[in-house]
């Protein structure tokens, strides 16, 4: 999920997604950087009731927390690629890498009939 901005509705959408996804439990504790969309991104999730109001938000000023650690993979590979032309070709290099990685690290339960190859068409509505 990308944003031209990090703004409020962007900080939103992506913890919704976060959130709503099915092998997630609802998070004791979020930690995230000191972006200051984050905090009331977070606060209207929880009066939309979508988030438990026990939930605490960590704000840390270092790349230290875990969805920093997991991105840094990708930064690296797109700092040497960036000659992109426009949003939408960062949107689809940025999601194939990050569905290899997932792969990668075993995020993804693949059925013994499903290839990597079969599961990419799958996620991208590519037609092998």
Request: no cysteine; aromatic share 8%.
């Amino acid at each position: 999920m990308l944003s031209e901005n990090r703004d409020i509705h962007a900080a939103k959408r992506f913890f919704k997604k976060a959130l709503s996804s099915s092998h997630n439990q609802s998070p004791r504790v979020i930690t995230v950087d000191k972006n200051p969309a984050y905090p009331p991104a977070l606060e209207q999730l929880m009066n939309e009731k979508e988030l438990s109001k026990e939930t605490i938000i960590r704000q840390t000023k270092y790349l230290n927390n875990v969805v920093e650690q997991d991105h840094r993979f990708i930064k690296k590979i797109t700092n040497a690629m960036m000659g992109f032309k426009s949003f939408q070709t960062v949107e689809k290099t940025i999601s194939g890498i990050e569905a290899f990685h997932m792969l990668r690290k075993e995020q993804v339960e693949i059925s013994p009939v499903l290839s990597n190859v079969d599961l990419i068409s799958k996620l991208f509505g590519l037609t092998a």
